[in-house]
């Protein structure tokens, strides 16, 4: 196959092909953003085909509200994660090699905690679900779809910290399986469940599809650890409990602020006169922004353990390399796709339905959030390689403080396309601080990157 692409390419992808195979640094990053773009690839556009398939099913109000719910998913999600998924990455990437055992003590751990946490969500969802519906959301009969919807936060739960752990060993491949399976098989069912049932069938729909994804990364994780040699077993998988607090809650905490702050934020519009409506659009245009991040997000996610294992070993000038390399990738991607979404953006909004067109100007602003938001992932994922966790949180405090002060100046002002502002304002602000941090600590004598 190899032999094949690189005899039928042209001359300067066989130039850049021979670089990237000649340097062990190049031929990691590539094929692990490679095996992770091309599964998630396929998987995050028959997502997007189903969302546009859900919105003109659904309709504007009843989009919204399947926003509003995975919304209030995702708040309780980011309660029940503790950052395990990124602690699973990097201390699998930090010792599989050096320590199996170990490495495999923390899986366990990981899964377990997630499993309880997971599940003690779900139940705290499954109960506050009809007085958040009726006094937080103004809309008493979302109450039985967020019952349902507390399903996913057990499995989701479980899944984030067994992705967590692959990546960890760049399974970036096995990933990719899993996520290519995951999506075909979940596409029709989702399409089918709401075609029949409307929007109680969607919220059941993304339910199936996690269980499936659950399913698939149970036996890719064993797999992956068999592979290594790791051995993944529950006894004195304990003794690593002080990970918790060294670094699983400092990226407990940052996670914790995304969900919570997005959510609240939303709730603001939704409160509105045709709130529902307003949050239809946003969610029509935010999916369009997921898609522009896809590339981007994928690269430097793929990074992330190469770079861990980088900084732990204390090659700073490789380290230094793939940084940069990161930034000018993410930079050309992101603005290259940003442009192309906002000259199309009334297209892009009329497959969602004829109503969503009006509402252009929401992806024309979310897209250019997407350009600083990648550039400042790279120095985020920076500061989380090289054990400057704390650093992150304090300033994604900075960054969600920034998006609630601006929503609530906003959004009862101009409604949506107020929300769609308040994330720029707040992206550019974070990015003037991560920046500025980055830049503030060059030092020759210390670990940092520059």
Same mark, same amino acid.
């Given at each position: 196959?190899?032999?094949?692409?690189?005899?039928?390419?042209?001359?300067?992808?066989?130039?850049?092909?021979?670089? #990237?195979?000649?340097?062990?640094?190049?031929?990691?990053? =590539?094929?692990?953003?490679? *095996?992770?773009?091309?599964?998630?690839?396929?998987?995050? &556009?028959?997502? /997007? #085909?189903?969302?546009?398939?859900?919105?003109?099913?659904? &309709?504007?109000?009843?989009?919204?509200?399947?926003?509003?719910?995975?919304?209030?998913?995702?708040?309780?999600?980011?309660?029940?994660? @503790?950052?395990?998924?990124?602690?699973?990455?990097?201390?699998?990437?930090?010792?599989?090699?050096?320590?199996?055992?170990?490495?495999?003590?923390?899986?366990?751990?990981?899964?377990?905690?997630? =499993?309880?946490? &997971?599940? @003690?969500?779900?139940?705290?969802?499954?109960?506050?679900?009809?007085?958040? =519906?009726?006094?937080?959301?103004?809309?008493?009969?979302?109450?039985?779809?967020?019952?349902?919807?507390?399903?996913?936060?057990?499995?989701?739960?479980?899944?984030?910290?067994?992705?967590?752990?692959?990546?960890?060993?760049?399974?970036?491949?096995?990933?990719?399986?899993?996520?290519?399976?995951?999506?075909?098989?979940?596409?029709?069912?989702?399409?089918?469940?709401?075609?029949?049932?409307?929007? $109680?069938?969607?919220?059941?729909?993304?339910?199936?599809?996690?269980?499936?994804?659950?399913?698939?990364? $149970? *036996?890719?994780?064993?797999?992956?650890?068999?592979?290594?040699?790791?051995?993944?077993?529950?006894?004195?998988?304990?003794?690593?409990?002080?990970?918790?607090?060294?670094?699983?809650?400092?990226?407990? +905490?940052?996670?914790?602020?995304?969900?919570?702050?997005? *959510?609240?934020?939303?709730? #603001?519009?939704?409160?509105?006169?045709?709130?529902?409506?307003?949050?239809?659009?946003?969610?029509?245009?935010?999916?369009?922004?997921?898609?522009? +991040?896809?590339?981007?997000?994928?690269?430097?996610?793929?990074?992330?353990?190469?770079?861990?294992?980088?900084?732990?070993?204390?090659?700073?000038?490789?380290?230094?390399?793939?940084?940069?390399?990161?930034?000018?990738?993410?930079?050309?991607?992101?603005?290259?796709?940003?442009?192309?979404?906002?000259? /199309?953006?009334?297209?892009?909004?009329?497959? %969602?339905?004829?109503?969503?067109?009006?509402?252009?100007?929401?992806?024309?602003?979310?897209?250019?959030?997407?350009?600083?938001?990648? $550039?400042?992932?790279?120095? =985020?994922?920076?500061?989380?390689?090289?054990?400057?966790?704390?650093?992150?949180?304090?300033?994604?405090?900075?960054?969600?403080?920034?998006?609630?002060?601006?929503?609530?100046?906003?959004?009862?002002?101009?409604?949506?396309? &107020?929300?769609?502002?308040?994330?720029?304002?707040?992206? /550019?602000?974070?990015?003037?601080?991560? $920046?500025?941090? %980055?830049?503030?600590?060059?030092?020759?004598?210390?670990?940092?990157?520059?």
């Amino acid at each position: 196959m190899k032999s094949l692409l690189y005899r039928f390419s042209p001359g300067f992808l066989r130039t850049i092909y021979t670089r #990237i195979e000649s340097s062990p640094l190049g031929y990691r990053l =590539a094929h692990g953003a490679f *095996w992770s773009l091309s599964g998630a690839g396929i998987s995050r &556009g028959l997502t /997007l #085909i189903s969302s546009m398939v859900f919105a003109r099913i659904l &309709g504007r109000q009843d989009f919204g509200k399947l926003g509003m719910i995975q919304s209030t998913v995702g708040m309780f999600g980011n309660f029940s994660g @503790l950052g395990l998924g990124l602690t699973g990455t990097k201390f699998v990437a930090e010792l599989r090699q050096t320590d199996p055992i170990r490495a495999g003590r923390i899986i366990t751990l990981a899964g377990t905690i997630a =499993a309880v946490t &997971g599940l @003690l969500s779900g139940v705290i969802l499954f109960f506050l679900a009809p007085w958040m =519906a009726a006094k937080t959301l103004a809309a008493p009969d979302l109450a039985g779809y967020l019952r349902i919807a507390s399903l996913l936060l057990l499995f989701g739960a479980i899944t984030s910290a067994q992705s967590g752990a692959l990546s960890g060993f760049e399974a970036f491949k096995t990933i990719a399986r899993v996520n290519l399976f995951a999506g075909v098989v979940a596409f029709p069912i989702m399409i089918l469940a709401v075609w029949r049932w409307g929007l $109680v069938g969607a919220v059941w729909g993304l339910v199936m599809s996690q269980v499936i994804n659950w399913g698939l990364n $149970v *036996w890719a994780l064993r797999s992956e650890a068999a592979r290594w040699h790791v051995p993944i077993v529950f006894k004195s998988c304990f003794q690593e409990i002080r990970i918790l607090g060294a670094f699983s809650l400092p990226a407990y +905490l940052s996670s914790l602020l995304l969900g919570p702050a997005s *959510w609240f934020c939303a709730t #603001i519009l939704a409160q509105l006169p045709n709130g529902y409506e307003e949050l239809g659009s946003f969610n029509a245009a935010n999916q369009m922004r997921l898609i522009i +991040l896809f590339l981007p997000n994928g690269i430097i996610g793929s990074a992330l353990p190469v770079m861990t294992d980088l900084y732990s070993r204390g090659e700073h000038s490789s380290l230094k390399k793939l940084i940069l390399t990161n930034l000018k990738l993410n930079s050309a991607i992101t603005v290259t796709s940003a442009a192309l979404a906002i000259s /199309l953006a009334p297209h892009i909004m009329a497959a %969602y339905g004829s109503r969503f067109v009006a509402a252009s100007g929401l992806l024309v602003i979310l897209a250019t959030v997407c350009v600083v938001d990648s $550039v400042t992932n790279v120095f =985020a994922y920076w500061l989380i390689g090289t054990n400057r966790i704390g650093t992150h949180l304090a300033f994604l405090v900075f960054w969600a403080v920034t998006l609630i002060v601006s929503s609530s100046l906003l959004v009862p002002r101009v409604a949506g396309k &107020g929300l769609a502002l308040a994330y720029l304002i707040a992206q /550019l602000l974070y990015a003037v601080v991560l $920046v500025s941090f %980055y830049l503030v600590r060059f030092d020759r004598k210390s670990a940092a990157v520059t």
